[in-house]
T-cell receptor
C-alpha cells in the first residue's frame, strides 16, 4: 500500500515569511495529491491539490509542486498570516480507486 | 457543491453501548464512502470503504464486527460503533469521492466520540 512521509512535524515562521512543507510517497500508482488544513475539532479542509499530469499549481499565496520521479511534493505558503496557523496534512492516492493515505501532519505556527 | 453532511458532531456514550454515525451526500450521489479515524494529535487513518449495495472493505487491523458499516443508498452511509469502549474514543470522519469537474474528495465535518 501507499506510505506518505511528511516533514517537518512542527514549523514556526514569522508573519510575512514563507513556509514550506514536504511530503514523499511510495506508490507510483498514486496520481492525486491534495493538501488539507485542519483546525481543532473540525474536519480537514482542502486548500490545494495537484494531479500527476502537472508539476506545479498555484492559488494566490499557496502553491504545490510535484516531482513524480522523486516521488515528492511540497506545499508553499507565501506572505504567511496569523490565520494560516493550523495543522496541515498532505495525502496521496490513486484517485477514485482508493481512500487517501495521509502524512502525519505539520503544525504550522505563525509568529506575530 | 459536493457537500457531505455528518451527524452527530459530538456524542458521549457509556461503555458497552452502540453509537451510529451518519454521512449523507447532499448534492451528489456517493457510490463510495471512506471512513477515517483520527486520534488526538495524530493523522487520519483509513478504517474502511463502503460501497452502495455491497459489503464494506476494512483496512488491516480494523474489526469489522465492531465497526459496522452500511451503505443503504447512494446518499447515505452509516458507521456503527458496537459495544463501545473508552479506547474507541476518537474523531471519526467520512469522505466521498465526487466525479465531477475538479474531482477530489469531500469530507464530512467529523464526529467526536467519547466513551465513558
Amino acid at each position: 500500500g501507499e506510505n506518505v512521509e511528511q516533514h517537518p512535524s512542527t514549523l514556526s515562521v514569522q508573519e510575512g515569511d514563507s513556509a514550506v512543507i514536504k511530503c514523499t510517497y511510495s506508490d507510483s500508482a498514486s496520481n492525486y495529491f491534495p493538501w488539507y488544513k485542519q483546525e481543532l475539532g473540525k474536519g480537514p479542509q482542502l486548500i490545494i491539490d495537484i494531479r500527476s499530469n502537472v508539476g506545479e499549481k498555484k492559488d494566490q499565496r499557496i502553491a504545490v509542486t510535484l516531482n513524480k520521479t522523486a516521488k515528492h511534493f511540497s506545499l508553499h505558503i507565501t506572505e504567511t498570516q496569523p490565520e494560516d496557523s493550523a495543522v496541515y496534512f498532505c495525502a496521496a492516492t490513486e484517485e477514485g480507486a482508493d481512500g487517501l493515505t495521509f502524512g502525519k501532519g505539520t503544525h504550522l505556527i505563525i509568529q506575530p | 457543491g459536493a457537500v457531505v453532511s455528518q451527524h452527530p458532531s459530538r456524542v458521549i456514550c457509556k461503555s458497552g453501548t452502540s453509537v451510529k454515525i451518519e454521512c449523507r451526500s447532499l448534492d451528489f450521489q456517493a457510490t463510495t464512502m471512506f471512513w477515517y479515524r483520527q486520534f488526538p494529535k495524530q493523522s487520519l487513518m483509513l478504517m474502511a470503504t463502503s460501497n452502495e449495495g455491497s459489503k464494506a472493505t476494512y483496512e488491516q487491523g480494523v474489526e469489522k464486527d465492531k465497526f459496522l458499516i452500511n451503505h443503504a443508498s447512494l446518499t447515505l452511509s452509516t458507521l456503527t460503533v458496537t459495544s463501545a469502549h473508552p479506547e474507541d474514543s476518537s474523531f471519526y470522519i467520512c469522505s466521498a469521492p465526487h466525479v465531477r469537474a475538479g474531482g477530489g474528495y469531500t469530507f464530512g465535518s467529523g464526529t467526536r466520540l467519547t466513551v465513558v
